[in-house]
């Protein structure tokens, strides 16, 4: 069981990059996924979360109409496009998933208290 987290890299602001989460051994069809980043000194904070057909979503005020998440079943991957990116979107992206809290809310506001799975980050790097 993996969750395989891609597409950061170096980006100068007002630029766009697409992050790719990529479920193996599982299908994430039953689990809400969501996208974290943790900052250097600060804390992880959620995101972006998508439901299971992907009908509901929630977006942090500081992404929203900046990002959109999507999901793709057939590829078992879900996608974070990130366009008019800025300096303080630097950070390490992870993805994870979870079968158990029921809301995207939930599961972008509670994962300090842990979630079912989490994939290794991907760095994205916003230069002024």
């Known amino acids: 069981v993996q969750l395989q987290a891609s597409g950061g890299g170096l980006v100068q602001a007002g630029g766009s990059l697409r992050l790719s989460c990529a479920a193996s051994?599982?299908?994430?069809?039953?689990?809400?996924v969501g996208w974290f980043r943790q900052a250097p000194g600060k804390e992880r904070e959620g995101v972006s979360c998508i439901s299971l057909s992907g009908g509901m979503t929630y977006y942090a005020d500081s992404v929203k109409g900046r990002f959109t998440i999507s999901r793709d079943s057939a590829k078992n991957t879900v996608y974070l496009q990130m366009n008019s990116l800025k300096p303080e979107d630097t950070a390490v992206y992870y993805c994870?998933?979870?079968?158990?809290?029921?809301?995207?809310?939930?599961?972008?506001?509670?994962?300090?208290?842990?979630?079912?799975?989490w994939g290794k980050g991907t760095l994205v790097t916003v230069s002024a």
């Open positions: 051994g599982f299908s994430s069809d039953y689990y809400i």
């Open positions: 994870a998933a979870d079968a158990h809290r029921g809301t995207v809310q939930a599961v972008c506001l509670n994962h300090i208290y842990g979630l079912d799975y």
